[in-house]
């Protein structure tokens, strides 16, 4: 790289870094043309709005100042007459210089009845910010299109390299697409407590007290005695013959139990749904906290100010504080991380 190429590029990010709004840049690039042109021409000053040529100019200057960085060697291939380089990534476009020195897409379609930007769009660089600036432009100017449409809608007059991939980060940093389309964390499945794998009567494990005055409840028929009275010792192993009524009972009843422990405890061991954390919150993080009741973009908006941990040190609840200064607590899976540039 020469020095000259050296500190178009370094202008070219000064200029880019001014505004990421596509249009504004167009108009501040105008006005500076606008002034450069008045000093040297004081006789024909220009004064008010801005005409559509002069956004044309400073937007096709723009454009070939980008393109002169990142198609270096594509551009001398044409001006020397060849074709580009088999291992560009332009050529499978038909790509040509028009009059104006820019780049663009030669295609097969010359003989449609296309306007002339569709026929031969402007090509853009990938991962640059100006095609970021110019498919964020899109995607707001067509009320937040998807993927697919908003590259259609950019293709009618930009070629942007690998758009679909360029088009799908734009939307994946939108804040009112993450708002309307809010994904919520989520960590992996804890592990059960000990009372939901030990073989054990109905009710033995409950929030509910029972108070001293006994009386007749389902509990009574569902475990076969009253909730409070001793457990059974262990009958599995002995002889039916030697058994009581009462006894014989017991042993069925155990039996079950082993079946369950044999059967289906083995089961719970797989984690059918939360098997991977999904946007793993942090203290600090910005969040939209669910709300069955209301859209996404309607969610309170807040920051994550503590986690809280189980067992498993996973995070299992979190704080949020809201702007009016408010603490919130919430179970992880209920609240939504927005893209942020970090
Ligand atoms: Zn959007």
Redesign the pocket.
């Known amino acids: 790289m020469t020095v000259t190429e050296h500190c178009r590029n370094d202008f070219i990010d000064n200029l880019l870094s001014i505004t990421n709004d596509y249009t504004k840049l167009i108009r501040i690039i105008s006005y500076v043309f606008r002034f450069a042109a008045n000093c040297r021409f004081p006789e024909s000053k220009k004064f008010g709005p801005l005409k559509a040529d002069e956004r044309v100019r400073a937007e096709n200057s723009l454009i070939r100042m980008v393109q002169e960085g990142k198609f270096q060697e594509e551009i001398k291939d044409l001006k020397r007459g060849k074709g580009v380089s088999n291992k560009s990534k332009l050529s499978s476009l038909n790509v040509f210089i028009d009059e104006n020195g820019i780049l663009k897409v030669g295609g097969r379609l010359k003989h449609s009845k296309l306007n002339v930007y569709s026929k031969h769009p402007i090509v853009l660089p990938t991962n640059h910010i100006l095609t970021t600036n110019i498919l964020v432009y899109y ?1 707001k100017k067509y009320l ?1 299109l998807g993927a697919q449409a908003l590259l259609y809608q950019v293709r009618q007059k930009f070629w942007p390299i690998n758009g679909k991939h360029n088009c799908k980060k734009v ?1 994946f940093k ?1 804040i ?2 993450a708002k309307n389309k809010a994904v919520l964390t989520s960590q992996i499945m804890g592990d059960l407590p000990t009372d939901r794998v030990t073989p054990n009567h109905v009710f033995n494990v409950t929030g509910i007290e029972f108070d001293d005055f006994e009386t007749l409840s389902p509990g009574h028929f569902l475990i076969g005695r009253p909730i409070n009275g001793i457990v059974e010792p262990l009958l599995s192993e002995i002889k039916e013959t030697r058994l009581s009524k009462w006894q014989k009972i017991t042993k069925f009843s155990q039996s079950v139990w082993k079946v369950w422990k044999r059967d289906y405890l083995c089961n719970l061991q797989q984690q059918y749904k939360w098997k991977f954390k999904v946007n793993d919150v942090k203290v600090g993080t910005l969040v939209l906290i669910k709300n069955e009741n209301l859209p996404g973009t309607k969610w309170l908006l807040g920051r994550i100010s503590e986690l809280f941990h189980g067992k498993d040190n996973q995070i299992r609840v979190v704080n949020i504080k809201l702007p009016n200064g408010t603490v919130l607590k919430r179970n992880v899976r209920d609240v939504a991380i927005l893209p942020t540039e970090n």
């Open positions: 995607h937040h939307i939108c009112t697409c």
